[in-house]
């Protein structure tokens, strides 16, 4: 993975906490860090290339006037008031390679004074206890506590995510691999053979297991959802993430949400009120 700084700027030197998204349930955990670039005095400060994500290329997805800027695949941005980097995913990972991108980018994370990862995630609704039905959707798991536990996150009222047992076969199996080199490990398909394997085969689960392999600190935040229109999705998930920043005081909440330009059009325009 190699990071190419826009010019006349550079990432800040000194410990930073890391924001990403893990492709999911409705794209909701990338609409949230859509929320947040465009309602947080942020800036991109350049862009990284990992042969695991497939390209892309568009318009300036946050502003309705035209600077001329495109967006690719996986941009890195900064909070100019606080120690906050974001990397925005926009372009899926290669089948198969999901293991190999997450230790690529858990080890530039690493190398780049990285104080903690925050992973943002949807998790299919259909999974979710029937005896939670009613409570927070919001679930966690954390490097914080062998068990996956997190105090910050318990203060919130959230619930571990059940299925994270870390000394369960499965998830033992994603450390190990996640331990592994490059070229001695298993592949992806080794981890979806089974029900008890479904939480270690998502993505989420790859990036949380490679970070916490490699020493870093790091919490996935994840919401229970399904697919359809997901911007109320991503706006819970927004307030979950700012309550937890505001929690640790690694930054301020913004008072309202901007909405991106780019979500005018993203489900398409509203039903003609003359059908009704």
Known sequence: MEFYAVEQRSMKAEPMTLLTPALSIGNVGQLAVDLLIA??????VGYLDDP?????????????????????ALEVYE?????????QQRAPVIKGSMLKFSRSFSNWANSNNTGEVVILSGVDSGKRPMRDIGSSPIRYISTANPDGTDPRCEALGWKKLEDYLPSSDAWRKLDAQ???????????????????MYYPSLPFASL?????ARGLKAVCILLFCSEGDNIQD???LGDALQIFRSLNTIGSRPQTWNVPYSWRSVYGPPPDPTMY
């Open 178 to 196: 996640s331990l592994q080199e490059e070229d001695e490990a298993l592949k992806d398909t080794d981890l979806q053979m089974s029900d008890e």
């Open 39 to 44: 309602s947080l005095q942020t800036h991109k």
């Open 52 to 72: 695991c994500i497939l390209p892309c290329i568009g318009n300036d997805p946050y502003h309705a006037v035209d600077k001329g800027e495109l967006a690719v």
């Open 208 to 212: 949380f297991s490679c970070c916490k």
């Open 79 to 87: 909070e100019q008031d606080d120690d906050l980097r974001i990397v």
């Open 234 to 236: 991503a706006f819970f």
